[in-house]
């Protein structure tokens, strides 16, 4: 047994080296990983924050110069001056926007957004036909 215990000098020493060059390979594992766990965490918290800004932010939309002046009544409605010749064609909205679509014989269509808390006209579209 006792021939079995003993290891040549040659041996211990490589036994060291592989040993040296396998802590050396797990700290810079240890590192590659620790430094790409905090990246995917900042990327995250980027993604987080660009989602809740966007969120904030969509109910703030650049208002363009209103066109018409809406007349709001006492009771909180708003009249929506539509302009001469068209008809209401459709209305659609959220509790945020109306979408007005306006039709006439021979003009080309519009769309109107209206602000539904200021009664205001956010956009007016015209529709016009595109040239070949």
Known sequence: MAAQDSKPAGDAGEIEEIDEATARTQRVLLITVIVLGILL???????????????????????????????????????????????????????????????SAGQPERIMVVNTRSGQVVRSLVLTPAVP
């Open 41 to 103: 965490i900042i990327g995250f918290a980027i993604v987080v924050a660009t989602i809740a800004s966007r969120i904030s932010s969509s109910g703030d939309e650049a208002e363009v110069a209103p066109e018409p002046v809406i007349a709001v009544t006492q009771a909180g409605d708003f009249e929506v001056p539509v302009p001469a010749g068209y008809q209401v064609h459709a209305v659609t909205g959220d509790e945020r926007r109306l979408v007005i679509h306006l039709v």
